[in-house]
T-cell receptor, first 112, second 116 residues
Framework: DGGITQSPKYLFRKEGQNVTLSCEQN?????MYWYRQDPGQGLRLIYY???????QKGDIAEGYSVSREKKESFPLTVTSAQKNPTAFYLC???????????FGPGTRLLVL | DQQVKQNSPSLSVQEGRISILNCDYT??????FLWYKKYPAEGPTFLIS?????DKNEDGRFTVFLNKSAKHLSLHIVPSQPGDSAVYFC???????????????FGQGTILTVHP
């Protein structure tokens, strides 16, 4: 059963803490993406990766970091530098030459 | 700079009638357009797409129309069903290649409510 999994479903962050959101896909897709959704807004691109060991900043990369050590995995770290981290985070992937991105179920990050 | 805009935050229609969701874009480099459906606390689900070489694409009850000169696209749902009630996002991208490979730019979304 191919798809994208994200964990955890809910994540709580304390002040000054870094937290990491997991994203795994078994679709054999080369490209992976992280988006953030805030209430009443569309999805905004944080980071994306076209191939292993390579990634680029999206529109709102400040306060976030990523790694792409394996094709299947693209974890996102929300650092303490991100002053407004409360949002719904969505991971997506796409195949080469395909404009369609397929999304995971999302992680909601809340600040304690 | 909002390159993709959905100017209607919400739309309410009666079951069985047509739902028309609209989307405008400003970047003439966009050449691939998509519609996604999203339920609360879930990831978006791909619905239908259209390339800029076409002006219409149909899939069952869903049809997307593209007017390149007006930089406008619309999604028609006929007939509308209560299960269609969700947030609909339009998105745009450039074809694969270059540094903008696969990046999607999303509109703000339109909440569709279909009443029984």
């Amino acid at each position: 059963d191919g798809g994208i999994t994200q964990s955890p479903k809910y994540l709580f962050r304390k002040e000054g803490q870094n937290v990491t959101l997991s994203c795994e896909q078994n679709l054999n897709h080369d490209a992976m993406y992280w988006y953030r959704q805030d209430p009443g807004q569309g999805l905004r691109l944080i980071y994306y990766s076209q191939i292993v060991n390579d990634f680029q900043k999206g529109d709102i990369a400040e306060g976030y970091s990523v790694s792409r050590e394996k094709k299947e995995s693209f974890p996102l770290t929300v650092t303490s530098a991100q002053k407004n981290p409360t949002a719904f985070y969505l991971c997506a992937s796409s195949a080469p030459g395909q404009g369609i991105q397929y999304f995971g179920p999302g992680t909601r990050l809340l600040v304690l | 700079d909002q390159q993709v805009k959905q100017n209607s935050p919400s739309l309410s229609v009666q079951e069985g009638r047509i739902s028309i969701l609209n989307c405008d874009y400003t970047n003439s480099m966009f050449d691939y357009f998509l519609w996604y459906k999203k339920y609360p606390a879930e990831g978006p689900t791909f619905l239908i797409s259209i390339s800029s070489i076409k002006d219409k694409n149909e899939d069952g009850r869903f049809t997307v129309f593209l007017n390149k000169s007006a930089k406008h696209l619309s999604l028609h749902i006929v007939p509308s069903q209560p299960g269609d009630s969700a947030v609909y996002f339009c998105a745009a991208s450039r074809a694969a290649g270059g540094t903008s490979y696969g990046k999607l730019t999303f509109g703000q979304g339109t909440i569709l409510t279909v009443h029984p």
